[in-house]
Structure formats: C-alpha cells, structure tokens
C-alpha cells in the first residue's frame, strides 16, 4: 500500500535560520507531489508542484524553495526563514494517472 | 475564475441528528470535487469525490455527498452524525487548467461540531 511519511512534525525556528521539510511516498512510483500550507487554521495555499525528479513549478513567489532530487523525495527549503514563514506544512502526491490528492500528517514550523 | 464556496464558517449538529455541509463551485466544463475531513493538528484525509456518474458519491465514514449540476453544488451528508464527526472539512475542485498535475482548488473549511 502507499503511504507518505513528512518529517519533522514540529519545528521551531529562529529568523533567518535555515529550514529542510522533508517528505516521501512510499509504495509507488513517478507520483504527482506537493507542498501545501496552511494559515490560520483554514486556508489552504499550493506552494510547489513537481509531475517528476528536478523539475519544480512554484505557485506563489516566496522565500521558500523545493526540489525533488529522487522520484519519491520532495524537499520543501529555505536559507533565510521569516516570521511570516509560520505555519503548517503539508505535503501531498497523487498517483500519476488518478485524480484524488492524499496528504501527509502536517509540519508546523514556528518561527520566533 | 475556478472558485469553491463553503458558505457556512461552522455547523453545529446534535448526535444522532443528519448533518450536511454545504458546498458550490464554479468552473468550466465538468467539474472534479472533492471532500477531505481535518482532525486537529491533522493533515487532511481524503472522504470522497465526484468524477463522473451517479450523482450520488458515497465516501468513508458513512460520509455521501450529493452532486447537483444545475445548483452547481456538492453539498457534504451524513445520515446520522457523531461526535468523533467534530473536524474541519474542505471541498475542493480541480483546477480545469491545471493540465498535468492535480492542481485543486479549496474552500475556506467549515468547521463541524457534534454536540452529545
């Protein structure tokens, strides 16, 4: 069965520090992936996609990054984070045929 | 433009009682919908969708949802509600522009609270 695994659950951060998400899928191949995040509880903002390895398309210019440097692996960055950076994070795949989105369990970052 | 509208900010629900979350869209050409559910501190579980066929989707949970072309809703249904309901759900649309990928389109969530 697939499932997808996203590290760390909770994080915090100084500004201008660093930031590395992590997500993988497990149990398929070649999927559709995602990052996601959400503020305020509520909405949900697409940040990134990638239909396959190092190619990335970005929804919202911003001072985060992602790159997908295995078929399974996305990498959600940042080298200098910003207070408005605070949130959760969520990654999603979809199979590459399918339509239904499935999510991980959520990063919240905290920056302080 | 493609948009969701989850009107309702929050439904309150006693147990044992039906629940519906409403939903409408706007997209061109035939619309593909969505509904996840949100626990706390949660990510997003997926419920059930609509493609194409019956009107009538049945999902996870005892969730069903009903599709309604001319009223261009899919409006969330639950028969008998618990309070284990008690979440916050999202209906969502994909983006028909979105070619490759599955770009979907959310509403703002409706928080549901089921009340003992």
């Known amino acids: 069965s697939q499932t997808i695994h996203q590290w760390p659950a909770t994080l915090v951060q100084p500004v201008g520090s660093p930031l590395s998400l992590e997500c993988t899928v497990e149990g398929t191949s070649n999927p559709n992936l995602y990052w996601y995040r959400q503020a305020a509880g509520r909405g949900l903002q697409l940040l990134f996609y990638?239909?396959?390895?190092?190619?990335i398309s970005s929804e919202v210019p911003q001072n985060l990054s992602a790159s997908r440097p295995q078929d399974r692996q996305f990498i959600l960055s940042s080298k200098k984070l910003l207070l408005s950076d605070s949130g959760f994070y969520l990654c999603?795949?979809?199979?590459?045929?399918?339509?239904?989105?499935?999510f991980g369990e959520g990063s919240w970052l905290t920056v302080v | 433009a493609q948009s969701v509208a989850q009107p309702e900010d929050q439904v309150n629900v006693a147990e044992g009682n039906p629940l519906t979350v409403k939903c409408t869209y706007s997209?061109?050409?035939?619309?593909?919908l969505f509904w996840y559910v949100q626990y706390p501190n949660r990510g997003l579980q997926f419920l059930l969708k609509y493609i194409t066929g019956d009107n009538l989707v049945k999902g996870s949970y005892g969730f069903e949802a009903e599709f309604n072309k001319s009223q261009t809703s899919f409006h969330l249904k639950k028969p008998s509600a618990l309070v284990s309901d008690s979440a916050l759900y999202f209906c969502?649309?994909?983006?028909?522009?979105?070619?490759?990928?599955?770009?979907?389109?959310f509403g703002a969530g409706t928080r549901l609270a089921v009340h003992p």
């Open positions: 999603a795949w979809n199979p590459e045929i399918r339509n239904t989105i499935y």
């Open positions: 969502a649309v994909r983006d028909p522009f979105s070619g490759g990928y599955n770009k979907l389109i």
């Open positions: 990638s239909v396959g390895i190092g190619q």
């Open positions: 997209v061109s050409g035939n619309p593909y």
